[in-house]
Nanobody, 115 residues
Framework: QVQLVESGGGLVQPGGSLRLSCAAS????????GNWYRQAPGKQRELVAT???????TYADSVKGRFTISRDNAKNWVYLQMYNLEPEDTAVYYC?????????WGQGTQVTVSS
């Protein structure tokens, strides 16, 4: 079992920055891929960024060059640094930990980009 708790969301102006954090507890988190998803009102949940256990990262095209995912396996944290935020980034952001036959979610944190 893995428990995930996100923090760091809030209201930010267009062009601003935020860093989301996800604290993981329970099983050996380093063996899971760490992922950030988001869901905007009326839209499907989408994968934003992934960091695989080996350290490779992938990003959605819409956030490439603006978002950076990182993790601290010693402390069981996953981060999403977001720069140059746009109103289209407004969504609830969810932390996710995944490996074969296991899939865990946090409760989500709201990010609102508005002037």
């Amino acid at each position: 079992q893995v428990q995930l708790v996100e923090s760091g969301g809030g209201l930010v102006q267009p062009g601003g920055s935020l860093r989301l954090s996800c604290a993981a507890s329970g099983s050996i988190f380093s063996t899971y891929s760490g992922n950030w998803y988001r869901q905007a009102p009326g839209k499907q949940r989408e994968l934003v960024a992934t960091m695989h256990p080996g350290g490779t990262t992938t990003y959605a095209d819409s956030v490439k060059g603006r978002f950076t995912i990182s993790r601290d396996n010693a402390k069981n944290w996953v981060y999403l640094q977001m720069y140059n935020l746009e109103p289209e980034d407004t969504a609830v952001y969810y932390c996710n930990a995944k490996r074969p036959f296991s899939n865990y979610w946090g409760q989500g944190t709201q990010v609102t980009v508005s002037s």
